[in-house]
């Protein structure tokens, strides 16, 4: 008989080990406010993925993880900047359900929640009869006369509330997703003028009222290196600065923290060779090594 051939899964997997210490001192720079911009570096398959998820799985809640594979077709006029950019923003504010981003102008479909739909309608019923009977305006319901006796009347507007309930949750679960997705292929369009705006600073409202709105304060980046592209970076260390000098933070700190290859640092300094001036290639240098606190 031929012998089973186990496959070997390629998705993170936590070694303690090998990760813990990693882990570990990824949850203590939580501890110092002063670092906000965290590099986890290392070669391709050395664990930086298996760290990563570990260290998000210890902080349900409170860590983000947003990871791009691909940018899709190149678009025209549009830096790469700008593209890794929008698909960020596209993670961002879709990575929670509409209800915990009720004033988000980014509008998506959410699947009708029948205890939550029978909920609201009650309250609903419940509020506008309370009002009718102070105002007093309830209608007669039949069998709730004062002919009738107390438990028959308490049985009459109860069956009344019951049904009033029912139609409302029916015809809050007949039109959820119409009216959902109507409004979500006019919101959650991310679109720019013919002259190239960063993403970060036109959704720059939406991504505070999701720091606002949410408990994260960490985010995690993954595959940002294999764009070849430092402009990201530094984008993305602005946009940091901003959430965390902005009244978003409340006391609280928000850190970025970045999954990189090693070679990264030699890429970062690249552009310097191309400059006769040492100092000035040095200077350009160092603020590419700085980017990480």
């Known amino acids: 008989a031929k012998a089973d051939i186990a496959l070997l899964s390629l998705t993170p997997q936590f070694q303690q080990e090998q990760h813990e210490e990693y882990v570990a ?110 105002l007093g305006r309830f209608p007669r319901l039949f069998g709730a006369t004062k002919e009738h006796p107390w438990p028959v009347r308490a049985g009459a507007v109860l069956l009344f509330g019951l049904l009033m309930v029912a139609v409302l949750t029916w015809v809050r679960q007949a039109v959820h997703n119409r009216v959902v997705s109507k409004v979500s292929a006019a919101g959650a369009t991310v679109e720019l003028g013919a002259k190239e705006v960063s993403y970060f600073d036109k959704y720059l409202d939406e991504i505070v009222y999701f720091f606002e709105s949410t408990k994260f304060d960490v985010v995690v980046f993954e595959d940002l290196d294999r764009f070849d592209d430092p402009g990201i970076f530094e984008a993305l260390r602005e946009l940091n600065t901003l959430l965390n000098t902005s009244h978003v933070a409340r006391g609280r700190t928000i850190r970025f923290v970045y999954a990189l290859k090693d070679s990264i640092f030699e890429r970062l300094g690249n552009d310097t060779r191309q400059l006769d001036d040492g100092a000035s290639a040095e200077s350009v240098r160092a603020n590419r090594t700085k980017f990480f606190d």
Not at 100 to 121: C, Q, T
Request: glycine share 6%; proline share 5%.
């Open 25 to 134: 001192r990824l949850t203590a720079t939580l501890q110092v406010p002063d670092v906000r911009n965290i590099a986890l570096t290392g070669r391709y398959g050395a664990g930086k993925s298996s760290v990563l998820k570990a260290f998000t799985d210890q902080h349900t809640g409170r860590v983000l993880n947003l990871s791009l594979s691909t940018l899709g077709p190149p678009e025209e006029e549009k830096s790469i900047t700008n593209r890794i950019e929008k698909e960020l923003v596209k993670q961002l504010l879709h990575s929670q359900p509409q209800r915990a981003l009720p004033r988000s102008h980014f509008r998506r479909i959410d699947k009708p929640n029948l205890l939550r739909a029978v909920g609201i309608a009650t309250t609903q019923v419940a509020v506008v009869a309370l009002i009718l009977l102070l």
